[in-house]
């Protein structure tokens, strides 16, 4: 087997959450309140009930294939044939997803802090210390994650309390006044992002107690929406939709914001800290989901000996892109649909429907 380690469902679930909320929290907000404006939290209700009903094709599929990643069960129900082609899309998806991350990551930063530092330079740091934890195993990539999520939530909660004050409820108001069809299409961009729960395909097979992966994935849908919606709830309540959806970046817009007592205040640097933090976890999932599906597809024994390849194939990727202008573009418009009709949602469908046809794996499962 080509990952040995186990980890308690409570370090799955961080994970899951490390998976998803970085790039949401600071990416969905604008997008949503551009489309749905004051009733944004509406938007991102649908979307936790896609991100929902996504993780429950997950477990249904690793309930059905208990031990088994998402390659092999694919093998399985698809025959040889069918089974790598599905692996190969993954292939694909795990990188280019990653790719965007590592742009993501270095976005951030240079944007917002130092203009003047080449975004290769964090290209570089995010993929070697990605990397390095990935080459260390699931539990060491896990064990990193225990220590930074918990105290990264905590930063972001305190962040948003210190800002009440600049809070006004009418901003909020009036509800419902954008429509369905609005508050359908801003659905869409966070539906995508909390549909990334279908990486859980390539951790359950690792829980201590499988059979807990139902709690982790539910849990890990809720906590993410949680959060993200009070963020982009709390971003509207200190400045309303107009300047929400108009900047880039609003949830850091806000924490710069935060002045305590007229001395305390600039607080951007806890924030990027935190993105940093959450940033590496996040890069690090997809890069060792890739590294491990690649190997399994491959039929090694070990994974370790694709790390560097696939960190090179990473960084060459993320230098494609053209503009942070067009990065942004396409990872609130198109991707997050690609992702989820494709990805999070076609394929999982597909090989639920056909295991249930075949009879394939438990009976107990999807």
Not at 16 to 36: E, K, N
Not at 67 to 76: D, H, I, M, P, V
Not at 116 to 128: C, K, N, R
Request: hydrophobic fraction near 55%; aromatic fraction near 10%; proline fraction near 5%.
């Amino acid at each position: 087997m080509a990952e040995r380690g186990r980890i308690s469902p409570t370090q799955a679930t961080l994970l899951m959450v490390s998976t998803v909320l970085p790039t949401a929290i600071l990416f969905v907000p604008p997008v949503v309140v551009r489309r749905a404006r004051q009733d944004a939290w509406m938007s991102l209700a649908l979307a936790v009930i896609v991100g929902l009903l996504v993780a429950r094709l997950v477990i249904g599929l690793s309930l059905r294939f208990p031990r088994k990643t998402l390659f092999q069960y694919s093998e399985e129900i698809l025959g040889r044939a069918g089974g790598k082609a599905v692996g190969l899309l993954y292939i694909w998806w795990f990188l280019h997803t990653g790719a965007l991350v590592i742009t993501d990551f270095a976005a951030l930063p240079c944007i917002a802090l130092m203009p003047e530092t080449p975004f290769i330079v964090f290209f570089i740091l995010g993929i070697a210390v990605s990397g390095y934890a990935v080459r260390g195993g699931l539990e060491v990539l896990s064990r990193y994650n225990e220590l930074v999520t918990p105290v990264s939530l905590g930063s972001i909660a305190l962040i948003f309390a210190l800002l009440t004050k600049e809070m006004r409820i009418e901003r909020l108001l009036p509800v419902f006044d954008t429509g369905a069809i609005s508050i359908l299409k801003g659905s869409a961009t966070p539906a995508g992002w909390l549909g990334e729960i279908v990486l859980l395909s390539m951790v359950a097979p690792y829980l201590s107690n499988e059979a807990e992966v139902a709690r982790v994935a539910y849990v890990s849908v809720l906590a993410v929406g949680a959060c993200v919606t009070a963020a982009t709830v709390g971003t509207l309540l200190v400045f309303g939709p107009d300047l929400t959806g108009a900047w880039v970046f609003p949830v850091f817009s806000a924490v710069r914001s935060v002045v305590i007592a007229n001395f305390l205040e600039r607080l951007e640097s806890v924030a990027v800290s935190v993105w940093v933090f959450l940033g590496l976890a996040k890069i690090g999932v997809f890069y060792y989901a890739a590294v491990l599906g690649s190997a399994q597809w491959l039929g090694l024994k070990d994974y370790r000996c694709l790390v560097a390849p696939t960190g090179v194939i990473l960084l060459g990727m993320a230098l494609l892109c053209p503009s942070t202008a067009e990065l942004f573009e396409f990872a609130q418009g198109a991707f997050p649909v690609y992702a989820l009709t494709v990805f999070e949602v076609g394929i999982p469908l597909l090989l639920s429907c056909v295991a249930r046809i075949r009879g394939k794996g438990a009976t107990g499962g999807a």
